[in-house]
């Protein structure tokens, strides 16, 4: 005779359970404990306690033993961590070591990882604009990939709900292509800034440069803040200066009660029951002992970043589902989208020696697309923006220049030429050649498949690269500036850190994964939230609409539990 432990499965079994604790899976714990759901929270990394687990968050650059480098032996730990701008001494306690989390690259693909309670909403660059109704459009207009399910106006209340809370800095430009939000006052531009973005709105129609909207708070918001412009935001900030799970939301979702946060627990798969047709739970695989043990739900948000969420999707199989978990469209693990951050530019300006500017803004310009606004009269569909900003030379220009002595360290300690430089951020289409695979061949060490990334820029991101380089060298050199140049860093795929678009919202079961309320077509009290669910990926930083989808979907679930229709 088998017996079973009643009391066990008591203790595994919740409300709801939320796979990953980074951006989109903090919102979904808050949402879902603020609506008084008993709610499991599982994170596969270590645990972050907000202040506390900043260990750097203070150090002065000659308190850091290889000031700011990474030291020789661990040089080979990082291969792939260390080419993103936020990785270095002071912050590599926040970045995966490649070696211990190895993939495969089929072609280049270059996956940024952070694993630990909070994820990467401690590293983000916190840059915040909404999709546009033309985003949403796009699609459909194009004849691209598939039609979003939704449009702007069923997410527009969301985007006020979670800036509201988060906190996002910035101008009412009143720009059609990144709505309006609500916002704290913004940061200011330097003199530098002001006269480009002066001379832009002048000379070129449609190209406006506006300061950035961010989530660092610019006063005081709901207990957190304000901003200390200290621009040290990747080290874990003890001011809660700006918006991420830990200073955030998952202190909101503990003040409820109903918070359950399990840290080093990785997700094996998702339960699916095959009689009640619909998920039980998830299988979890302690990160230390390696032992599986399972939790239960009524309800189960992934959120374990976009390819992380593809990952247990597509190792949660069964006799219904032998290809992964909902994916009776095929399209799961397809349409891998990050944004093309290629182009670099960088430029010099005479003058404005007697300014400056105070502090270390963490934020810098923008020039939002207006590329293909009206009609397609570009030889691409759709554009790019540009993110930027300037500065002042300071003494480190001497390691530069030769000199010697007193008269040459004195004019060292004065600010030297002011330096402006762009990134541009182009949009990259769905392609369904563009995918991710399980590898069961080739397992990491808790015994669980890897992936093979196959994916590259296409020929339509390619054509914007000539675009993203001359636009950027005329609107500069015709302001004034000097000693233009425009790079191309043939990066690959994946240093954008937006990836997304492997679990697609879809109006049509056939064609995509999830429908218009985040959900899984065939097991409905499944949501997938974070970047997986992006249907095209716009040429916007893309977090505040993961926010947003999250909470408009765990007020769906909740609504739909209370009916009993999950």
């Known amino acids: 005779m088998t017996f079973l432990n009643m009391k066990a499965r008591k203790q595994h079994t919740f409300d709801a359970i939320v796979v990953g604790s980074g951006i989109s899976g903090g919102w979904a714990a808050k949402e879902l404990c603020e609506q008084g759901l008993k709610t499991l929270v599982l994170e596969r990394g270590r645990n972050v306690t907000h202040i506390e687990d900043y260990p750097t968050a203070n150090w002065f650059p000659w308190e850091l033993p290889h000031r700011g480098m990474l030291a020789t032996a661990e040089h080979n730990s990082y291969p792939i961590q260390r ?292 009609k397609n009269d570009r030889p691409y569909l759709r554009g790019f923006a540009y993110g930027g900003g300037s500065w002042r030379e300071g003494w480190a220009r001497g390691i530069y220049q030769s000199g010697f002595g007193d008269e040459w360290k004195q004019k060292l300690s004065q600010p030297g030429k002011w330096h402006f430089a762009m990134h541009a951020m182009g949009e990259m289409l769905p392609d369904y050649s563009n995918q991710v695979l399980l590898d069961t061949s080739r397992l990491d060490k808790w015994g669980m498949p890897t992936l093979k990334i196959d994916c590259e820029y296409k020929e339509n991101e390619l054509l914007m690269i000539k675009d993203m380089m001359t636009d950027a060298v005329e609107m500069l050199e015709a302001a004034g500036f000097k000693n233009v140049r425009a790079e191309d860093s043939q990066q690959f795929p994946g240093l954008g850190i937006h990836e997304m678009g492997t679990a697609r919202m879809g109006r049509d079961p056939k064609t995509s994964v999830l429908n218009k309320h985040n959900q899984v077509w065939a097991v409905p009290n499944v949501f997938v939230t974070d970047g997986a669910c992006m249907t095209s990926s716009a040429c916007q930083n893309p977090s505040l609409t993961y926010m947003a989808l999250t909470a408009r979907a765990c007020h769906f679930a909740v609504s739909e539990m209370k009916r009993g229709n999950l």
């Open 83 to 374: 080419k993103c701008y936020a990785f270095g001494e002071d912050t590599k306690h926040f970045f995966v070591r490649d070696e211990e989390h190895p993939y495969t690259q089929i072609k280049g693909f270059d996956w940024i990882r952070g694993y630990q309670v909070g994820g990467k909403s401690l590293l983000w660059a916190r840059q915040c604009y909404r999709l546009s109704p033309m985003d949403f459009e796009a699609n459909a207009r194009d004849g691209v990939g598939v039609d979003w399910p939704i449009r702007y106006e069923d997410l527009a209340p969301w985007y006020d709900y979670v800036e509201r809370f988060a906190g996002i800095s910035g101008n009412r430009d009143g720009l059609p292509q990144i709505p309006d939000g609500v916002f704290l006052p913004p940061m200011q531009m330097t003199c530098v800034e002001m006269h480009f973005a002066e001379f832009l709105a002048r000379h070129f129609e449609h190209r406006r440069m506006i300061i950035g909207r961010c989530a660092n708070l610019t006063q005081s918001h709901l207990g957190r803040g304000p901003c200390q412009y200290r621009n040290l935001c990747h080290r874990g900030c003890p001011y809660s200066g700006y918006f991420s799970s830990n200073s955030a939301t998952l202190p909101a979702a503990q003040k409820t009660g109903n918070l359950t946060l399990l840290p080093h627990s990785i997700v094996h798969s998702v339960i699916y029951d095959e009689q009640k047709g619909k998920a039980t739970g998830v299988r979890v695989i302690d990160a230390h002992t390696k032992q599986m043990t399972e939790y239960y739900a009524r309800i189960i948000f992934l959120n374990a970043s976009t390819l992380n969420t593809t990952l247990i999707m597509l190792n949660s199989t069964s006799h219904r589902f032998p290809n992964g978990l909902g994916n009776d469209s095929g399209q799961l693990g397809h349409n891998l989208m990050d944004h093309n951050y290629r182009v670099r530019i960088y430029a010099e300006i005479d003058g404005y020696e007697n300014r400056y500017y105070t502090g270390r803004r963490p934020n810098g310009t923008y020039i939002p697309r207006y590329q293909n606004l009206q």
